[in-house]
């Protein structure tokens, strides 16, 4: 029974209307005497009779009632044996357990063993079997509260591992010649990540190599996709593949690492030696990227070959170039996906030049994030934005 020093939460009595008692009961004596009680404890309860295990594991296959007293010693099940099967079949049923006056320690160990509470024959009062059910439903109801935000947080610290993953680290040399700006805003549609993924590396020869991605979809089969992607072009890279070689590896790894025969990525990827104007690009059914210098914006598309994921084939090597000054961003379609602020009109990648134009006197981390903030904003009216968005600026600094 309820003891002092373990209350149970707060009744709101005006939340339980028309429960529904299931009584798991082999004497009918004594069953009588409970529906007395519940019809005397002023309950506004329909009580449902069971004489064995079998027979309530029947109603239980049919309906679930607000609550289940269960007697201790069936026919077909004894002691606590009794309440573990009840469990499994629902183990979201509040439960009360009866027990004899000789077999109180098995109301004890019931509760130790998931029962909300006990009540021993003989002993129960109407207002006491009124206030046992009561807090038993309202027991449950707070443990599987207490359950499910538990759950919440097991995800949402896997998630916060997974964006660390998409989020990585730079690894570029002292005074690396370039300078880089690089934004990630993850969905937070239905609480789950998306698998949009960027990194930039510098290797040995000075050369910075620069890529995001997109992996179709949300959730976290396309967040640990883009993680294993992120890391295979990294470790690509470092072991000196470039161009369609290091898309023709990733293509191979997507197709071993992804949970769904449909799932497909974008890719950016750009190369930039140390020197001269002229850099590689290599576009595996990405975006285009913006231009950003002397107070301008323009497209650059490089030609290219379909996504990761549905392409066999080459993917050819393009010359863009990025002279001292200017800065090319590279995007996920997710900043140009949301609406334009205009009825049902999406932004477009028309709409984000113009935005983009507006905003080209300014530098290159101020223009990067007005850059989101105003494409953030045409959204808001419909929602906001509703897929992730990755951004990664590249500037040359030296020639």
């Not at 009124?130 to 027991?139: G, H, I, T």
């Not at 997974?162 to 300078?179: H, K, Y």
């Not at 999406?346 to 223009?367: I, K, Q, T, W």
């Amino acid at each position: 029974m309820t003891e002092a020093g373990n209350a149970p939460p707060p009744v709101d009595e005006t939340r339980h209307h028309n429960l529904s008692l299931l009584l798991v009961e082999d004497d009918r004596g004594d069953a009588v005497l409970v529906e007395e009680l519940v019809s005397d404890a002023l309950i506004d309860a329909e009580v449902v009779w069971a004489p064995s295990m079998a027979h309530a594991e029947k109603l239980l296959a049919r309906t679930r009632p607000d609550c289940v007293l269960l007697d201790m010693n069936l026919p077909d099940s004894e002691g606590t044996a009794a309440l573990r099967h009840v469990l499994e079949l629902d183990s979201t049923m509040p439960i009360v357990v009866l027990t004899g006056l000789a077999d109180e320690h098995f109301g004890v160990s019931a509760v130790a063993s998931g029962a909300q509470d006990y009540l021993i024959k003989g002993r129960v009062e109407p207002d006491m079997l009124r206030r046992a059910v009561l807090y038993a439903v309202e027991r449950k109801r707070a443990e599987l509260t207490a359950v499910d935000l538990h759950a919440s947080q097991l995800r949402a610290r896997e998630n916060a591992r997974l964006e660390r993953g998409l989020l990585p680290s730079p690894l570029l040399l002292d005074d690396p010649g370039v300078d880089i700006v690089a934004r990630y805003r993850p969905s937070r549609a239905n609480a789950l990540l998306g698998g949009d993924f960027y990194d930039f590396v510098q290797t040995p020869d000075r050369t910075v190599h620069v890529m995001v991605g997109d992996v179709a979809g949300h959730g976290p089969d396309e967040a640990a996709l883009g993680v294993a992607l992120r890391i295979a072009w990294r470790a690509l890279t470092f072991a000196g593949l470039r161009g369609t070689d290091r898309m023709r590896e990733l293509n191979r790894i997507l197709r071993v690492e992804r949970a769904g025969s449909g799932l497909f990525a974008t890719v950016m990827s750009l190369a930039i030696p140390p020197t001269g104007p002229l850099i590689s690009a290599v576009r595996a059914g990405h975006p285009g990227m913006l231009l950003h210098r002397d107070g301008q914006v323009d497209w650059v598309i490089p030609p290219g070959a379909p996504a990761l994921g549905v392409h066999l084939g080459d993917w050819p090597t393009d010359r863009v170039e990025l002279p001292v000054g200017a800065g090319l961003v590279l995007l996920t379609d997710g900043l140009f996906e949301g609406h334009s602020g205009r009825g049902n009109e999406r932004l477009g990648e028309d709409g984000l030049l113009e935005l983009a134009r507006s905003l080209a006197h300014l530098p290159g981390a101020e223009f990067v994030d007005a850059l989101i903030e105003g494409a953030e904003q045409r959204a808001h009216a419909r929602g906001g934005i509703t897929d992730d968005i990755a951004v990664v600026r590249v500037e040359r600094l030296t020639a």
